[in-house]
């Protein structure tokens, strides 16, 4: 740009705006005018120039001071901090501090050396009851592990890797394209920083190998659909020593034939008689935990009514306490009746006054207001 454009104006905010509303906005600007989102646009390649040392300059608290009073001014005849004539390589500095990811690597100066293993993931199915109880169990899982005959580290037994000679063991490389600097992974150690000269022969360089491992799982009680239990550095073995990854156990919970499950509430269907429902009673239901719970039915106990225990439950997950068991009753009306039944149920129908059924009786008298009406 052959004009002086206030650094302000460059970066889109207000003479007051804090370090983060600086970074903010020139992260945004960056991305848009970068040259390799422009190829071949020389405005943008100008502009991006011009953020970037708009950028380094308020950036710095003093430099912003300087530039607060004394404008451009402030920087010529070799005074420094975002001139024209500044290092093109500040700006490669600038743009790999904000956009790490960017430009290859979070870490400044890239990521050395051999990458951690990769996790894994096992799926394993478990009942309401060990859910309920926890369970201790083997899994066997065909995972990278490390090599034996070399100890992980790839290089024949011996023998140890050495720096690479293209990057000097950084790993990337760096080339400049203009004004700007690409930085990519070592093409001849591919980013690892080391090469091996003599490869150990049950690797072949790699430090590890397939094998089956037989392990054990903890599992707590009162897991749930989905809870995952880390095995830590069970997953597949980085190459060439690397730390390994984690194993992850996903618990999937079988459906169950009398239970459902909401967090640490247990819910049952209890269908009880109709005489059990108008005089009151006690009903016995199992629960996971193998125990017979003991559940009282109030007299005139009405279809759909749920009934609660306390701590009859699921447990917390590594918690105290248990949660409650919720019974959702439904009165069953008999089918088959002896004809000393159906005679009782005659001589109880002919004595009934309407207050024994309030809901019906409601329900019907406000069907003829409302026919009347």
Do not use: W
Request: hydrophobic share 30%; with cysteine.
């Amino acid at each position: 740009m052959t004009t002086e454009v206030d650094f302000y104006e460059l970066l889109e905010i207000e003479r007051g705006a804090d370090d983060a509303t600086i970074k903010s906005s020139y992260r945004k600007l960056a991305m848009k005018y970068h040259p390799d989102k422009n190829s071949g646009c020389k405005d943008s390649e100008g502009r991006f120039k011009a953020i970037s040392e708009a950028y380094e300059c308020l950036k710095d608290p003093q430099k912003r001071a300087a530039y607060d009073r004394f404008g451009h001014a402030a920087f010529r005849n070799g005074q420094g901090g975002g001139g024209a004539g500044q290092d093109f390589n500040a700006f490669s500095d600038i743009f790999e501090n904000i956009f790490g990811e960017f430009m290859g690597g979070g870490q400044r100066g890239g990521q050395r050396g051999p990458r951690r293993g990769a996790d894994l993931r096992y799926d394993m199915e478990i009942t309401l009851e060990e859910a309920f109880q926890g369970k201790s169990t083997d899994v066997t899982v065909d995972v990278s592990a490390a090599c034996d005959t070399c100890s992980g580290s790839g290089a024949k037994p011996g023998t140890s890797a050495r720096n690479c000679s293209t990057c000097g063991g950084a790993g990337k490389v760096r080339a400049q394209q203009g004004f700007f600097v690409v930085e990519r992974a070592c093409p001849s150690c591919h980013g690892q920083g080391q090469v091996i000269s003599d490869p150990c022969n049950a690797c072949h360089g790699e430090g590890r190998v397939e094998k089956t491992k037989t392990l054990t799982v903890n599992i707590p009680p009162g897991v749930d659909e989905g809870t995952r239990v880390r095995l830590t550095g069970e997953g597949e073995a980085g190459a060439r020593g690397a730390p390994a990854g984690d194993l992850y156990i996903f618990l999937h919970v079988a459906r169950h034939s009398i239970f459902e499950r909401e967090g640490t509430t247990l819910f049952a269907r209890a269908p009880i008689s109709f005489t059990t429902a108008s005089l009151g009673g006690e009903i016995h239901i199992p629960g996971p935990d193998g125990d017979l719970h003991s559940i009282k039915i109030p007299a005139g106990t009405q279809s759909g009514r749920e009934l609660r225990q306390r701590g009859a439950g699921m447990p917390v997950l590594q918690g105290r306490g248990r949660g409650d068991l919720v019974i959702r009753i439904e009165v069953e009306t008999p089918t088959s009746l002896t004809s000393r039944q159906r005679e009782l149920l005659e001589q109880f129908r002919a004595t009934e006054t309407g207050k024994e059924h309030p809901q019906a009786t409601g329900f019907f008298n406000k069907m003829k207001k409302a026919v009347a009406g």
